[in-house]
């Protein structure tokens, strides 16, 4: 969501995060322009307190493994993609994964980008 718009603040959690970033992740999204290299992986446990207009689950299983935020959430929503870490196969294969659930990801939200700012904008 950063990307569509750099006024957004964006907060990025797994519910079992990995020790360091993927380096499947960092090489897909460097293909799209976007550096997460320096990013770290957290745990979804520390902002459960906090306020967010919304919680978007999308990694499958979250939706059903995700605790509770008890802060003030205006609205929760899963969009439901498999686990790209679950890929198997040769680099390439796993890559073409990786790509697949990028674009997924990216077209969904995009989407729903779109669809926020018309409903702000009253069209």
């Given at each position: 969501m950063k990307s569509f718009d750099p006024g957004?603040?964006?907060?990025?959690?797994?519910?079992?995060?990995?020790?360091?970033?993927?380096?499947?992740?960092?090489t897909v999204m460097k293909e799209v322009g976007i550096d997460i290299s320096s990013n770290l992986p957290k745990s979804v446990r520390q902002?459960?307190?906090g306020?967010?207009?919304?919680?978007?689950?999308v990694c499958g299983?979250?939706?059903?493994?995700?605790?509770?935020?008890?802060?003030?959430?205006?609205?929760r929503l899963h969009f439901g993609f498999d686990?790209?870490?679950?890929?198997t196969g040769t680099e390439e294969e796993i890559l073409c994964e990786?790509?697949?659930i990028r674009d997924g990801i990216g077209d969904r939200f995009l989407g729903f980008y779109?669809?926020?700012t018309k409903q702000s904008a009253g069209i």
């Open positions: 957004l603040e964006v907060f990025s959690a797994g519910t079992s995060p990995a020790q360091r970033i993927n380096q499947y992740a960092v902002f459960l307190n306020s967010f207009d919304f919680v978007i689950t299983s979250a939706l059903e493994t995700c605790p509770v935020f008890t802060g003030d959430v205006q609205h686990d790209p870490a679950a890929a990786y790509r697949r779109r669809d926020l």
